[in-house]
């Protein structure tokens, strides 16, 4: 039996937008298949109507490479209508017959409140799901790292998708959960944080956001994002009107300049220019387009506030622009973006100067 779906996880009320994106890029690819998607439900499922396995389509598609995707899964058809009496039985004959084997199992619902009350029962199967799934030789020592992931969206209803170690989010759920830091002045400052750790690799954060370096925040009060900048001995220029926090300015590494951050030019070559100014895309980007054009940063990380319906529609735009304005300009950079788990009615952008 060869998967014919891809399975993806989003926040809810993101479904529409994930759903396009991915129609989009497969349609681009030369895949043939359809979106399944249900408001708020938080998952959204690709449909192959393609004679191609869906592992090649998922290989297609890097996690990383997609914005409102979570996680990412090879996916077999949903088992619905389970019989409280025996749930196990159709999961473990679907495995099976699949001829799929894991070194882990991970059960899973989508982030929404409804499925949280699943997780009494998510609970009392693992146990025995993994026993029954040992003895079939369906879950390993060693499988690849591949993982058995089911997404229960009801008590009777559940789909069964597959992950691969380098393509997919290590984090259950797709959700990187942070602590938020007490002396932090606003909840923002996760959403910098979640950035670094989705766009920069660990063993890279001593020599890519280094003590000494100087970074720009634009629109930076109360200075949630400039103290991510300063926990790591940055020197930071926080543009804004609103006022800072007091704790923040008493460290000596903040100057803070009540300019408009769609005009102020740094006086020098800096290493990081971050931005959350809440204003039209296109406006952001023209910003950060030109920063980046001058060469005034290395690395950015700036949002886009999507207040609008068609979100996929305005990211695809913006992005495809900068990337043709920095061609242009023959400026290579690595550009991503990404719905981040601390985000919400925006991305994250991430672009690193290459030459
Ligand atoms: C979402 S808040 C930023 C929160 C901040 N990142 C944090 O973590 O605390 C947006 C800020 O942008 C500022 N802002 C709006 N327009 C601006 C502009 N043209 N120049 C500079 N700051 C601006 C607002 O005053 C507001 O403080």
Redesign the pocket.
């Known amino acids: 039996m060869n998967p014919q779906q891809l399975l993806f996880y989003c926040r809810a009320g993101f479904e529409s937008d994930l759903a396009a994106e991915i129609a989009t890029k497969a349609a681009a690819l030369g895949w043939q298949g359809y979106p399944v998607a249900q408001p708020q439900s938080g998952h959204v499922s690709f449909v192959l109507t393609d004679e191609r396995p869906a592992n090649a389509l998922h290989r297609d598609l890097p996690l990383a490479s997609l914005v409102f995707a979570r996680q990412s899964l090879v996916a077999l058809e949903p088992l619905t209508g389970l019989s409280r009496e025996d749930r196990l039985s159709p999961i473990i004959e679907q495995v099976v017959a699949s001829g799929w084997n894991f070194e882990s199992l991970w059960q899973e619902t989508p982030d929404t409140n409804d499925a949280k009350a699943l997780a009494g029962l998510i609970k009392a199967l693992q146990r025995p799901l993994e026993s029954i799934l040992k003895k079939r030789g369906a879950l390993r020592r060693k499988a690849g790292g591949r993982r058995l992931h089911l997404l229960w969206t009801e008590g009777d209803r559940v789909q069964l998708g597959m992950s691969f170690p380098g393509n997919r989010s290590e984090q259950p759920g797709g959700i990187r959960r942070l602590r938020f830091p007490h002396d932090a002045?606003?909840r923002?400052?996760l959403?910098?944080e979640e950035a670094w750790h989705e766009f920069v690799p660990r063993d890279q954060w001593e020599t890519r956001l280094a003590e000494g370096m100087q970074a720009a925040?634009?629109?930076?009060?109360?200075?949630?994002?400039?103290?991510q900048l300063v926990q790591r001995g940055m020197q930071v220029y926080a543009?804004?009107?609103?006022p800072m926090d007091r704790g923040l300015m008493a460290t000596g590494l903040v100057e803070h300049l009540r300019?408009?951050?769609?005009v102020w030019a740094p006086p020098m070559r800096l290493d990081w220019l971050v931005c959350?100014?809440?204003?039209k895309p296109a406006r952001v980007i023209d910003m950060v387009e030109r920063w980046l054009v001058k060469r005034w940063c290395r690395e950015a990380v700036f949002n886009l506030k999507l207040p609008m319906k068609r979100r996929w529609e305005a990211v695809s735009e913006g992005l495809a622009r900068l990337d043709r304005s920095l061609a242009e300009a023959g400026v290579r950079a690595e550009i991503g973006c990404r719905h981040l788990y601390h985000d919400r009615e925006e991305v994250t952008v991430h672009v690193r100067l290459l030459n």
């Open positions: 002045p606003s923002s400052t959403k910098l925040d634009l629109g930076a009060a109360p200075g949630g994002w400039t103290w543009i804004d009107n609103g300019e408009d951050g769609f959350d100014i809440v204003d």
